[in-house]
Each structure stands twice: as structure tokens, then as C-alpha cells.
């Protein structure tokens, strides 16, 4: 059987916690920010954890997640 690719985009985009949830940060952050708001922006730099439904699929394409 062939080796299982990984899928390098979302390996450098996403972080497994130790209790098996996956993290990412916001989009929206690099640029046009002039017209955003403080607190738009300090809630923007919190990092957010992946919907449960879509959690599954992102497993699916990281196979050796650990």
C-alpha cells in the first residue's frame, strides 16, 4: 500500500491540542486595516478552534497528525 500524502497548506494553517481539537487563526489580519476597529482587530489576533464538523475532514487530510 502506498504511503498516505499529507496535505502541507493545512499542516502549516492548523495545530492539534492535546486533547485532539484543532486550532487556527483568523483571517483578515494582514491588511486593509485602517478601517477596522480596535476591538475588531484585538479579537482577530485570538487564536479560534476548528467547527467539530468541519474537524473531521481536516483529519482526513493530515494523516500522521499526532
Same mark, same amino acid.
Given at each position: 500500500?502506498?504511503? $498516505?500524502?499529507?496535505?502541507?497548506?493545512?499542516?502549516?494553517?492548523?495545530?492539534?491540542?492535546?486533547?485532539?481539537?484543532? /486550532?487556527?487563526?483568523?483571517?483578515?489580519?494582514?491588511? $486593509? $486595516?485602517?478601517?477596522?476597529?480596535? *476591538?475588531?482587530?484585538?479579537? /482577530?489576533?485570538?487564536?479560534? /478552534?476548528? *467547527?467539530?464538523?468541519?474537524?473531521?475532514?481536516?483529519?482526513?487530510? /493530515?494523516?500522521? $497528525?499526532?
Amino acid at each position: 500500500m502506498y504511503k $498516505l500524502k499529507t496535505n502541507k497548506s493545512i499542516n502549516k494553517r492548523f495545530k492539534l491540542t492535546s486533547s485532539s481539537k484543532l /486550532l487556527k487563526h483568523s483571517a483578515g489580519k494582514s491588511h $486593509l $486595516l485602517q478601517k477596522k476597529s480596535a *476591538n475588531r482587530k484585538r479579537k /482577530l489576533r485570538r487564536v479560534k /478552534l476548528v *467547527n467539530s464538523s468541519d474537524q473531521f475532514n481536516f483529519i482526513k487530510v /493530515l494523516p500522521y $497528525l499526532k
